[in-house]
C-alpha cells in the first residue's frame, strides 16, 4: 500500500522526519511530494529540495521523492496511493487539514491520515525555521 507524504518542505525539518519515519511502518511505499505552487516564493528551489530530501532517505528503501505542481489527490492518483499523511502539531493545524481531508476525500475518495507532532517537535515549523535563517541564526537541530 502507498501512501503520500506533502508538502512545500521549505526547509525539511525533524518534524517532517518524524512524522515520515512514524508512518513507515504503515505502508509498503511511501512518496514524499515536494509542492511546488508558482504563485509562491521559496527559501530553496524544487531541485535543492528534492536532492536534500533524497539525501535524507537514501538508505530508506520504501521511501521515493519527487516534486509536484497539481493538485495533491492528482498526484496521489499518479503515485497510486490510497492515504495522503499529514502531521499536525495544534489545534489549527488540525482544523486546516481536517477541512484539506474533507475536500480531498470528496473529491477522490482518498483518506488523509493525520499523526499528531511529538511534542519535542510541536513549535518546529518551516517558517519558524526560514525567519531564523534569515536572523542568521543556527538552525542545525531542527534540520534532520
Not at 1 to 29: E, K, N, Q
Amino acid at each position: 500500500m502507498t501512501g503520500i507524504f506533502t508538502g512545500s518542505f521549505d526547509p525539511y525539518t525533524v518534524g517532517h522526519d518524524d512524522i515520515l519515519r512514524r508512518a513507515l511502518p504503515l505502508f509498503d511505499r511511501i512518496v514524499i511530494g515536494i509542492g511546488v505552487n508558482e504563485r509562491k516564493s521559496y527559501m530553496q528551489n524544487a531541485e535543492e529540495r528534492l536532492k536534500t530530501i533524497n539525501a535524507i532517505y537514501a538508505d530508506e528503501p520504501k521511501v521515493e521523492v519527487k516534486t509536484y505542481s497539481d493538485l495533491t489527490i492528482d498526484f496521489a492518483r499518479r503515485e497510486n496511493a490510497r492515504f495522503i499523511i499529514k502531521g499536525v502539531r495544534s489545534v489549527k493545524d488540525f482544523e486546516y487539514e481536517r477541512d484539506q481531508a474533507d475536500i480531498n476525500r470528496q473529491l477522490s475518495g482518498i483518506e488523509t491520515l493525520l499523526l499528531y507532532a511529538d511534542p519535542r517537535y510541536s513549535a518546529v515549523s518551516s517558517s519558524m525555521v526560514r525567519e531564523l535563517i534569515h536572523f542568521g541564526q543556527d538552525v542545525s537541530h531542527f534540520l534532520p
